[in-house]
């Protein structure tokens, strides 16, 4: 009970740690580290010899300063030798020793006895080819002296010899170098881990709100958007996501009126099967009377079957469960098996079904397929040319690199303001969507269900072919599908 948090805070961890926040300020700090490592190894190396001839410059300096203080001095007869603080540091020894060897002046922490020491100690090890020779000598107490001895002369050319050591501790300046290196480093990494990740939260926020947004919306409600402003990459995203999710509301929008127009067009049929039967049963008819009755319930029942028939095709068409398989044929042997199938219905109509040139014309097709949107076609013409001298006429043929079939009537034709809907779904010029029974006398009704021009599309296009329309009203129509042979 008392450790509750520990799971809730394993999983908060586990989150960031496979957040891209996280490895983007990984790599980040990774990368950094490496080039602080190297730059300062560098950086090291290069200053430490540096920093050990500096010292001795420095010294050198130092010295410059304390020889000329005493010249100066012993030019002018002075006695009383001390060199001013500014020039000689706490830690520096100095001492003149006159040319009896006795000792004349003596500052510093080391004692004068002991600063002849170690001078004549030096003496014996250093080379004679130096001018002032200098020495290292360690105190007891671990302080790396560098001493050197300079001859000076007074005013009579009395000559002195001057002892100077300081404190050359080159390796201090490098240690301290090193540390301020190291300290530097992490403090730069400290600092770039905390704006690497203030910088990646600021980065990331964009794709929060999306997924926020993106978990708001559900799947019946497809009209909410991102409407990012930004134009960065994620702006970018979130603007593809909105396209998405347009398209997808359009999908779902046009599925919804599918199933809606579908359910309406079943619908009247139903009506008028059931009004049918219910009056034929209602009471003792005549024998015309149930036949008349049974024509219509036959007429709707074909209706029905057509209906079906076509959304199963669109519905298939839509999931993309068609086999199409293609084969090298003669479209104008698919024109002859139309009209052949054809002919009785152009008979019953009274229209004249005619064959136009039928040259051989070869394409890569589905033969089924073709038939079906031939059919479709011719189908359409007979339905609705009306008028004395009713005639349809097919013909084949191939230009410009394409091949083309085309089924001309001498029918109404269609107005300017259809056309470009022709091909939409349970899209029908005759607005009045109840069919009357019985128009033809036969309980044919001339308008079908709306669906058969965008089976005509649906097959053209999978040929990568195109469907054109030319109609005048009063002059007839003329439907043109081009298979483009490549
Ligand atoms: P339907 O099943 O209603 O025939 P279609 O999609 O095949 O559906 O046709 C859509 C509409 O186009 C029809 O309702 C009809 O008004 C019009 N149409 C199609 N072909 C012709 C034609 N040859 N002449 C006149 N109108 C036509």
């Given amino acids: 009970m008392r450790f509750k948090w520990v799971p809730a805070f394993f999983e908060k961890l586990g989150r960031l740690v496979r957040s891209i926040r996280f490895k983007i300020v990984l790599w980040f700090t990774v990368i950094l580290a490496i080039i602080l490592c190297a730059f300062s190894g560098f950086l090291y190396y290069s200053q430490s010899s540096n920093l050990q001839a500096e010292a001795i410059r420095e010294l050198n300096r130092r010295i410059t300063g304390v020889v000329d203080n005493v010249q100066t001095i012993l030019a002018t007869g002075g006695e009383q030798i001390s060199i001013p603080k500014g020039i000689l540091l706490d830690t520096d020894v100095f001492t003149l020793v006159g040319p009896t060897g006795q000792v004349v002046t003596s500052q510093g922490p080391i004692a004068p006895s002991q600063v002849i020491q170690i001078a004549s100690a030096g003496l014996q090890t250093t080379p004679r080819t130096n001018e002032s020779p200098a020495f290292y000598w360690t105190s007891p107490t671990g302080q790396n002296y560098v001493f050197i001895i300079t001859p000076v002369q007074n005013q009579s050319g009395i000559n002195y010899l001057l002892i100077f050591g300081g404190i050359l501790d080159p390796n201090a300046l490098i240690r301290r170098f090193l540390l301020t290196l190291v300290l530097g480093s992490l403090l730069t990494i400290a600092v770039a881990l905390a704006g690497g990740f203030w910088l990646a939260d600021r980065a990331m926020r964009p794709v929060k709100t999306i997924t926020q947004a993106a978990r708001t919306i559900g799947e019946t409600d497809l009209s909410r958007r991102i409407n990012s402003k930004s134009k960065d990459e994620l702006g970018e995203l979130a603007n593809t996501f909105d396209a998405m999710l347009a398209r997808l509301q359009a999908a779902f929008e046009r599925q919804r009126q599918f199933v809606a127009d579908a359910s309406h067009e079943l619908r009247t049929p139903l009506t008028i099967v059931n009004l049918e039967t219910s009056r034929a049963i209602a009471s003792r008819r005549s024998p015309q009377e149930y036949k008349h009755a049974l024509s219509i319930i036959h007429s ?24 199409i398989e293609k084969k090298d044929l003669d479209l104008s042997d698919v024109v002859v098996d139309t009209l052949e199938r054809l002919t009785p219905l152009a008979t019953r109509n009274e ?116 469907v054109m329309v030319e109609s005048k009203p009063g002059n007839g129509t003329t439907f043109e599908v081009r298979f483009n042979r490549g």
């Fill in 300 to 323: 709707e029942n074909d209706f029905m079957t057509s209906l079906v028939n076509d959304l199963l095709t669109l519905a298939r068409m839509d999931a993309g469960q068609t086999t």
């Fill in 351 to 466: 229209v004249t079904l005619e064959a136009g040139n039928l040259p051989e014309t070869h394409i890569l097709g589905d033969r089924q397929y073709l038939l079906q949107m031939l059919s479709n076609l011719v189908e359409n013409a007979i339905k609705y040319t009306t008028g004395e001298n009713k005639q349809v006429c097919v013909e084949t043929g191939a230009s410009d690199g394409s091949a083309w079939v085309r089924v001309s009537d001498n029918g109404p034709g269609i107005a300017a303001e259809h056309i470009p809907h022709l091909f939409d779904r349970f899209y029908r010029v005759d607005k009045a969507r109840t069919r009357e029974p019985g128009t033809d006398g036969d309980g044919n009704s001339p308008s079908g269900s709306g669906l058969g021009l965008s089976i005509v599309q649906w097959i053209a296009q999978v040929h990568e072919g195109k």
